[in-house]
C-alpha cells in the first residue's frame, strides 16, 4: 500500500488538526459603572515608594559594577525606566572595561542606536561598529563583493567561511577583504547586532552588553522546500531515505499536517524514532559543504536542514511513542516542510553578560539565554503624571475603518483626544497607537507621533508637553502561541492556550473615592503564554508611555485603553463621559457636538435655541429641549424666551444665553 492511500484511509478516521481561528484581545465597551469595578485597597504598591532621578542613576551604575565584580555567573537584567539613562551607564561602564584592558561586545538592535552610542561616549576612539556582509548603498561602504550570494548560502544552513575560501580564495580573505580585516581592528568596544549573540561574533570578548528587547533574534522559522528534501548522499537502504520521501510528497500536498496525524503517515512513533537514532551521515556527504565554483552556484545549493530536522523529529517521534500530547513544531505541507526553532546562545559569548531592557520579562530572558537572570530594579519615581480613561480597550480591529463600526469608535476616539487637547490647552502633544489608526485619522497623522511596536527606543516625542497612548495592542492569539513554541523550546508539554479573565487593579482610586479594577483577559492558565502576552501588550503600553519621559520631566500622559497595568498606576481614572465634561444621563459624543454648537453662539453672543439644535444637529427637539435646559441649569447660562417665527403657534421657545452676552446688550 502505497503513501497516498494510507492517507486516504486515515482521513476516514481522523479529524484535520484543530488551528485556532485568528483572534484580537476582546473589546470591552463599558464604562467606569460596569466596566470598572470596585475592589479592595491594595497592599502596599512597590511603584509608590521609588528612588528619586538621581538615585536611581546611582543604583543602575553601582549594580552593574557590584555584578562584574562578583562570583556569580548569572546574567544581570537591568530594567530601568527610559530616561534613566541606562545606555549612558553602559556606555561609561564599556569604556571602564576597555581601560582594564578587557574587550566588550555592545550588542544593539539596529545601525540608528551606533549613532546614540557614539554621541554619549567619552572616548569615541574607543569604539569601532562591526558591519555586515554588505554592497554598497548610500553612505554603507562595501564589505563584501558577494554579500547576496553569501547570505543565501548563509540561509540554506552552511558556513560563511565556506564560501569564501571557494569563492575568494585565502589569499583574499587574509589580505583583501573588508569584511575579514575586520577582525584586525584594535579598538576594544565592539558595537554589533543582536544576530551576533545566538550566532556568534569572529572575536573573543570579556563582557556582552546587550540593549533593548532581542527576544525575536532567537525566534527561528525555516521553511524547507519540497524540492530539497531528498539528500543524494544518503544510503538507500536506510529507513531515514523512504522517511525523506515520504515526508517530500506530503509536503507537496495542499493539507497541512502536523502531530501524530503526521508521524502516522511517516510510520508511526517507534519508526521514526528508531531511523532517526540509527541515522548516520558520511564524513563526505555534501551537505556539509556542497562544492561550488562560482558566487551565483550558493543560490542553488540544497538547503542542509537535515541537522535541524532530524534531533526534532526524533523528540516528537519520542513523544508519539509515550502517547504524550506535546507542542507540534513540524508542519508539512503547503509546498514547504516548516520547523519552529529557537537559536541557543553562542557557546563562544562570554560568561559575564548585562542586558537593558526597561520593560524585560525575566521569564523569558531565562528560557532563551539558557541562564538564570538576576534583575536590577533601577525605576524611579515619575515626575509627569498619567491619566487613563477605562470605557474601552480600543483594540486594533475596533480602530480600523474596514471593520464595522470601526469608523465610528475611530471618530469618536479622535473627539476625544482633540476635547482634551482644546480644554486643557496643550501647545505639543503627541499620539502614539496603531500605525493604520494613525494613518486613517488626519489630525493625528499632523501631531507628533510614533505607532507601536515602533516606538521603543525613540527620543522624538519628549518634547511633548501631552502624550496620547491609544489602545492596546496584542498580536493574534496564534503568534503568541507561535512564539511560545520557539522561545520555550525546551517545553513538551501542550500550552494552555485558555483565554480567561481576572479582576486586576488599577492601583488607583475612581471619582466615587473607591479603589478601581478591571475584568482584563490574559493567558491566565498558561505561565509560559502570559509571559509572552505581557511583553506584547503590557510592556508595549510601558514602552509607549515613557516616550513622553515622564520620570524626566512634568508632562501629562493619556492612556485610552481600559487594561490595568501594574507598572503604571494612574494617577487618575476617566471614564469617557468625563473625560468631556458631559452631564449625566446624554449621549456623550452627542453632547460633545451639542456643546461645540453652544460655544459658537456664545461667541458671538446670540440666543440658542431648540430649533438651532434641531436644525444643526441630528437630534429630535425633545432632546434638543433637554440639552438647553442643562446649560441653565448646570453650566451658568442663564434662560431667556424667543419668538416663535411668524405663523407657528404656541408660547415663546426656551433659549439660553451666555450671561455676559446679555450684559454686553445691555
Not at 252 to 268: R, T
Not at 399 to 416: F, H, Y
Not at 499 to 523: L, M, P, V
Not at 636 to 662: D, H, L, V
Request: hydrophobic share 40%.
Amino acid at each position: 500500500m502505497g503513501l497516498l492511500d494510507t492517507f486516504r484511509q486515515l482521513l476516514e478516521t481522523i479529524q484535520e488538526p484543530e488551528i485556532p481561528p485568528l483572534q484580537e484581545a476582546p473589546e470591552y465597551v463599558t464604562g467606569l459603572q460596569r466596566g470598572v469595578v470596585t475592589v479592595d485597597a491594595p497592599a502596599i504598591n512597590p511603584y509608590q515608594d521609588r528612588p528619586s532621578l538621581s538615585q536611581a542613576r546611582e543604583l543602575l551604575a553601582a549594580g552593574m559594577r557590584e555584578y562584574l565584580e562578583s562570583d556569580i555567573s548569572p546574567m544581570l537584567l537591568v530594567k530601568a525606566a527610559p530616561g534613566v539613562g541606562k545606555t549612558t551607564a553602559a556606555v561609561r561602564l564599556a569604556e571602564e572595561l576597555a581601560m582594564q584592558g578587557r574587550r566588550v561586545l555592545y550588542a544593539g538592535p539596529r545601525h540608528e542606536l551606533y549613532k546614540d552610542i557614539q554621541a554619549l561616549a567619552q572616548y569615541p576612539s574607543m569604539w569601532y561598529e562591526w558591519l555586515p556582509r554588505q554592497s554598497a548603498s548610500g553612505d554603507k561602504p562595501e564589505t563584501c563583493m558577494h554579500a547576496e550570494n553569501i547570505s543565501m548560502w548563509m540561509g540554506r544552513g552552511y558556513k560563511g567561511m565556506d564560501f569564501c575560501k571557494q569563492i575568494c580564495g585565502w589569499d583574499y580573505v587574509n589580505n583583501g577583504c573588508p569584511y575579514h580585516a575586520q577582525k584586525r581592528r584594535i579598538e576594544p568596544i565592539i558595537y554589533g547586532q543582536h544576530q551576533h549573540v545566538s550566532l556568534g561574533h569572529p572575536l573573543d570578548f570579556d563582557v556582552l552588553i546587550g540593549d533593548e528587547y532581542p527576544i525575536p533574534t532567537f525566534c527561528y522559522k525555516y521553511f524547507i522546500p519540497a524540492s530539497d528534501l531528498l539528500l543524494r548522499d544518503i544510503n538507500d537502504r536506510e529507513p531515514m531515505a523512504d522517511i525523506l520521501l515520504d515526508i517530500k510528497a506530503l509536503a507537496e500536498k495542499d493539507f497541512v499536517l502536523h502531530g501524530e496525524e503526521m508521524m502516522q503517515l511517516l510510520g508511526g512513533g517507534t519508526y521514526v524514532h528508531e531511523a532517526c537514532r540509527t541515522f548516520s551521515l558520511p564524513v563526505s556527504a555534501n551537505v556539509l559543504c556542497p562544492i561550488i565554483y562560482n558566487a551565483d552556484q550558493a543560490r542553488t545549493v540544497p538547503h542542509a536542514y537535515i541537522f535541524q530536522l532530524l534531533p526534532l523529529l526524533q523528540r516528537e517521534a519520542k513523544a508519539v511513542m509515550q502517547k504524550a500530547d506535546y507542542p507540534h513544531r513540524i508542519r508539512i505541507g503547503g509546498g514547504n516542510v516548516e520547523l519552529w526553532l529557537r537559536h541557543s546562545i553562542n557557546e563562544n559569548m562570554p560568561q559575564r553578560i548585562i542586558w537593558l531592557d526597561a520593560t524585560a520579562n525575566q521569564h523569558v530572558y531565562e528560557a532563551v539565554f539558557e541562564r538564570r537572570a538576576e534583575v536590577l530594579d533601577a525605576y524611579p519615581q515619575r515626575k509627569g503624571h498619567v491619566y487613563q480613561i477605562t470605557d474601552r480597550a480600543n483594540g486594533k480591529t475596533t480602530l480600523d475603518p474596514k471593520v464595522t463600526g470601526g469608523s465610528r469608535r475611530l471618530e469618536q476616539t479622535e473627539k476625544v483626544v482633540q476635547h482634551i487637547i482644546g480644554a486643557r490647552g496643550y501647545r505639543r502633544p503627541a499620539i502614539i497607537s496603531y500605525k493604520k489608526t494613525i494613518d486613517a485619522v488626519e489630525s493625528f497623522k499632523r501631531l507628533d507621533n510614533a505607532h507601536y511596536y515602533g516606538a521603543r527606543g525613540t527620543n522624538a516625542l519628549e518634547g511633548c508637553d501631552a502624550l496620547f497612548v491609544v489602545g492596546a495592542p496584542m498580536p493574534p492569539i496564534d503568534s503568541i502561541v507561535e512564539m511560545a513554541h520557539m522561545v520555550f523550546f525546551d517545553r513538551m508539554t501542550p500550552f494552555n492556550k485558555t483565554w480567561a479573565s481576572s479582576i486586576r487593579e488599577y492601583n488607583c482610586r475612581g471619582s466615587d473615592g473607591e479603589w478601581k479594577g478591571h475584568d482584563t483577559s490574559a493567558f491566565l492558565a498558561d505561565t509560559d503564554l502570559d509571559s509572552l502576552l505581557w511583553g506584547l501588550r503590557n510592556a508595549e503600553i510601558i514602552q509607549a508611555v515613557h516616550r513622553a519621559r515622564i520620570i524626566n520631566h512634568e508632562v501629562d500622559v493619556w492612556l485610552l485603553a481600559n487594561t490595568p497595568i501594574e507598572e503604571l498606576p494612574p494617577d487618575k481614572l476617566y471614564s469617557i463621559q468625563e473625560a468631556l465634561g458631559a452631564p449625566e444621563g446624554v449621549d456623550v459624543f452627542e453632547w460633545l457636538a451639542f456643546w461645540q454648537l453652544a460655544e459658537k453662539y456664545k461667541e458671538k453672543g446670540e440666543l440658542l435655541t431648540a430649533r438651532d439644535v434641531v436644525k444643526n444637529m441630528d437630534i429630535s427637539n425633545p432632546t434638543a429641549i433637554k440639552y438647553i435646559k442643562v446649560l441653565i441649569s448646570d453650566y451658568g447660562w442663564s434662560e431667556t424666551f424667543a419668538a416663535r417665527p411668524p405663523g407657528a403657534k404656541g408660547r415663546s421657545m426656551t433659549a439660553a444665553q451666555w450671561p455676559e452676552s446679555i450684559y454686553n446688550e445691555n
